[in-house]
């Protein structure tokens, strides 16, 4: 996405107060232009092919149409924007189902309004954002012995999945930062992390691993 430009938001809430209480919040944050709001997920689904906006902010327990459902329906027609789950729910069953369905994050609802926008600003950039505690069960999932190939595909990030493409191809470091105009020294962090997510000492193990694990 263009940097040079707000990060357009749709606001998919059920609750009138808590759209407005999250409206409210934004407000005095520059990089973040609500552009739209909808009360269940077949509203957001409307309005995410009339507004493509960059990052949509959906609940996850809705009428009509769930934001689960919703979810994969926003990717399906809107590839470019990213999604970010907001819920109360920080249970394993939530998360690994969010996931599946092309979420981009996944922030609680008592989440402050900083970490909401790091949230937001996060995932506009094509980066993966979790809720601290969200964090913790996708790191327990990690190191679980059980289901490894579930393990990397739940936190892969999209950037890091362009990077392992890339990779694949037998692109340089420096190619790579410059086809995604990034610093070669953040494409390096990438393929560092990208090794220790897959548990690869080189670039053939990684490739390998990911081979394995359907992520290439």
Known sequence: MNHSRKVKLLLVDDHALVREGIRSSLVRYPSISVVGEAVNGREAVRKSKE?????????????????????PL??????????????????????????????????????SPEELVRAIESVARGEAFFSPGISRILL?????????????????????????????????TKEVAAQLKLSVRTVETYRVRLKRKLKARNVAELLKHAREQRLL
């Open 51 to 71: 507004l493509c906006p960059d990052v949509v902010l959906i609940d996850l327990n809705m009428p009509e149409m769930s934001g689960l459902e919703a979810t």
């Open 74 to 111: 926003i990717r399906k027609n809107c590839p470019e924007t990213k999604i970010i789950a907001l819920t109360v729910h920080d249970t394993k069953e939530y998360v690994f189902q969010l996931l599946r369905t092309g979420a981009h994050g996944y922030v609680l609802k008592d989440t």
């Open 140 to 172: 327990e999932k990690m190191h679980s012995p059980d289901s490894p190939n579930a393990r990397s595909n739940d936190v892969l990030s999209e950037r890091e999945r362009e990077v392992l493409q890339f990779i694949d191809q037998g692109r340089t």
